[in-house]
């Protein structure tokens, strides 16, 4: 689906990434940890065409997207939730959730998709008039990724979606995640919050410092000693 081949991303005078490649096969849960501030935000960014590398490539379904406009590669099936979620506070959960749906196949599709997230997230049904802003932490997350939905996806891109949410909420967050990749859709996350990550995750990437430092199927990087030394508390 998705193959980042020796980014380099720079903010401004600062060099973020340096060199980082990855891979994220189709219908794969992939995720990418590490410390805050280790250049996950930047590789996101870079993904969706916000920050352009200074030198490598993104090839996405095949395609060199390195310098596709944004709008593009969101046409072609590709959609980011951004950390800290994005979304219209004072508009209702409805609104939000068609707000999502801005393009022209996404508007065709716009009831059957609304549908299927009232069906995936039914607390978000039974809350369709309230506004935004007084839903939980765990159902404002849950919107966001509802949202992203609506644009009719099949790559999805998380930004530290556990940030900020109790551990059973978080559960329940993946558990909606791997129902969504049943549907077909491939799934990238970025976390600084691992535990629950690892187990749901089929291939992690360690970044630190703006390099990988390992590449394992999940199974294997729990079990890594430095992983549950630096990651895990273990
Ligand atoms: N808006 C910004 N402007 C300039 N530098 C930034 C900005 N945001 C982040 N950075 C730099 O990029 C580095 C990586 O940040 P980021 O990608 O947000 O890391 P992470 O998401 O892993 O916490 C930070 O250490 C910081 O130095
Ligand atoms: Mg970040």
């Known amino acids: 689906m998705l193959r980042v081949e020796d980014l380099y991303v720079d903010r401004g005078s600062i060099n973020v990434l340096h060199g980082v490649s990855i891979k994220v096969e189709k219908g794969s849960i992939t995720c990418v940890i590490g410390p805050n501030g280790a250049g996950k935000t930047t590789l996101l960014l870079s993904i969706v065409g916000i920050l352009p590398p200074r030198k490598g490539r993104n090839i996405f379904k095949g395609k060199d997207i390195t310098f596709l406009p944004s709008y593009k590669r969101v046409e072609m099936g590709m959609s980011l939730v951004p950390e800290g979620r994005g979304l219209f506070q004072g508009k209702t959960v409805e609104e939000n959730l068609l707000s999502g749906a801005f393009r022209k196949e996404a508007r065709l599709k716009c009831r059957d998709n609304l549908d299927r997230v009232y ?116």
């Open 119 to 234: 069906s995936l997230f039914p607390i978000l049904k039974e809350r369709r008039k309230q506004l935004a802003s007084s839903l939980s932490g765990g159902e404002q997350q849950m919107l966001a990724v509802a949202r992203a939905l609506m644009s009719n996806l099949d790559f999805l891109m998380l930004d530290e979606p556990s940030l900020g949410l109790a551990p059973i909420i978080v559960s329940k967050l993946y558990d909606t995640v791997k129902s969504i990749r049943e549907e077909g859709v491939t799934v990238l996350v970025v976390e600084q919050n691992v535990h629950q990550i690892l187990r749901v995750a089929d291939f992690g990437y360690v970044l630190e410092n703006g390099r990988i430092v390992h590449a394992d199927p999940c199974d294997k990087l729990i079990e890594a000693p430095e992983i549950k030394s630096a990651y895990l508390g273990l």
